[in-house]
């Protein structure tokens, strides 16, 4: 039993409060038959919704198959935090990839941020769209670094915006005195993840795109695209799983290993609870190692992201987890009622730098966004489109990047990474 049916009914979005409060999705038809493209995408997150839009706008005759629905994974169901810059440390950048490269994915990366709120103003995707974002220290020698990195991102890296917080300062911001200091960055956001899924399915449509639904694909080659029921004659192939690829590409899946993450959606809270522990509604991740990531809906409900899972079965409890994360921040909350828990699956990479594959006759894969999907899988799938189409600038930047194959193969690499993940986990406690 892979990822794709562990946890979920196929073909039908998880219970979360997202698709509870997205309105009427769109039913899409499945394949049947033989179908012909000029290029067919595997997977209907921002991923491969960002290249099938890209593409059509360029005049490619262009398929995309997912095997559940548009958005139905990671790209729908995730805290809706939208990032600046990369997801790993610059200095590691910087250490394995050189002073050029770096700072070329550094650019990349922020123009990711740019590139969501540009598609949103563009195809007017209502998102529930909301700026600000804090950063919070679980240690005193995180607040050390935090601050560091808010005078290298504008002395290093010509981003001047980020603004450091005492401990009383991310304390008036945030209603607790659990943490140790951090920042702001105003070019951070949250959204609703699905609500952005789908706007950006219906832009693809809008340029041409076709979207097939519960249409699993069961084989690649080149030029082939294989579903139980039919299959797609491509030119050109692009693998946007991430973390649902189960077994479909071995040379894609050994660069990523996929991991859980639950969220929590309580009750609204009311307003004077609300303006204390989040006045600016900002969003909010911390650095424990197994963060805690969190935010207000504007209907002030309290999403809150935290704990982890390493084999494709969810906890039986997710809310227990989940809460036994909100309480060690607001423990007057511990009790608060919840609508909705759910979880679903990411994919890391080992140096948490995204993996840009070309896997040669036409095929290429892009994977590993390690929790940063909303902006750098959206920009991934127009740096793959890109390349498709013959511009391979920024692509080759990307490939670059190192991102090694897992140790341990299919059957030992999941129990490494649990045993790691616990030892790291247990020094958030230290």
């Not at 693998?239 to 660069?255: K, M, P, S, T």
């Not at 002030?300 to 909100?326: C, K, Q, T």
Request: glycine content about 12%.
């Amino acid at each position: 039993m892979g990822y794709l049916t562990a946890n979920d009914r196929p073909g039908e979005h998880a219970a979360s409060w997202y698709a509870a409060s997205v309105g009427e999705i769109p039913e899409r038809p499945a394949l049947a038959g033989a179908a012909k493209a000029d290029v067919c995408i595997v997977g209907g997150g921002y991923a491969g919704l960002s290249a099938a839009l890209h593409l059509a706008e360029r005049g490619y005759d262009t398929v995309l198959l997912d095997a559940n629905r548009m958005g139905w994974g990671a790209s729908g169901r995730n805290g809706g935090q939208l990032g600046v810059g990369p997801r790993a440390e610059m200095a590691d950048y910087v250490r394995l990839c050189g002073r050029e490269t770096a700072a070329r994915a550094w650019e990349i990366a922020v123009a990711a941020n740019r590139l969501v709120r540009e598609l949103i103003d563009r195809h007017a995707i209502d998102c529930d769209l909301m700026p600000g974002y804090v950063e919070a220290a679980w240690k005193p020698a995180h607040a050390r670094e935090l601050a560091e990195w808010a005078e290298a991102a504008a002395r290093d890296w010509g981003h001047a915006g980020i603004v450091a917080l005492s401990r009383e300062e991310v304390a008036a911001r945030l209603g607790t005195t659990r943490y140790h200091g951090g920042f702001h960055e105003p070019e951070g956001a949250h959204l609703h993840p699905l609500k952005l899924a789908l706007g950006l399915a219906r832009a693809a449509e809008g340029a041409g795109a076709r979207l097939l639904e519960r249409s699993r694909v069961t084989r690649i080659a080149p030029g082939r695209v294989e579903t139980a029921a039919g299959h797609v004659a491509a030119e050109h192939i692009l693998l946007a799983c991430n973390g649902y690829l189960d077994g479909l590409e071995g040379r894609v899946q050994a660069r990523s290993m996929p991991i859980n993450n639950f969220i929590l959606a309580t009750e609204p809270l009311d307003r004077a609870t609300a303006d204390r522990i989040n006045p600016g509604r900002v969003a909010v991740c911390d650095t424990k190692f197994v963060l805690n990531y969190y935010r207000l809906t504007p209907d002030l409900r309290l999403l809150w992201g935290g704990g982890e899972s390493y084999g494709r079965r969810f906890p039986r409890d997710i809310p227990r987890l989940v809460r036994r994360a909100m309480a060690e921040i607001y423990p007057e909350l511990a009790g608060i009622p919840h609508t909705h828990a759910w979880g679903g699956t990411l994919a890391i990479t080992g140096t948490r730098m995204p993996a840009f594959q070309d896997l040669g006759q036409g095929m290429r894969a892009i994977s590993g966004w390690s929790g940063s999907g909303i902006h750098m899988a959206t920009m991934g799938g127009l740096i793959a489109a890109e390349a498709i189409a013959g511009t391979a600038e920024r692509w080759d930047v990307m490939a670059r990047l190192p991102t090694p194959a897992f140790p341990g193969g299919d059957w030992f690499r999941a129990p490494l990474l649990a045993a790691a993940m616990t030892w790291y986990a247990l020094r958030d406690r230290l």
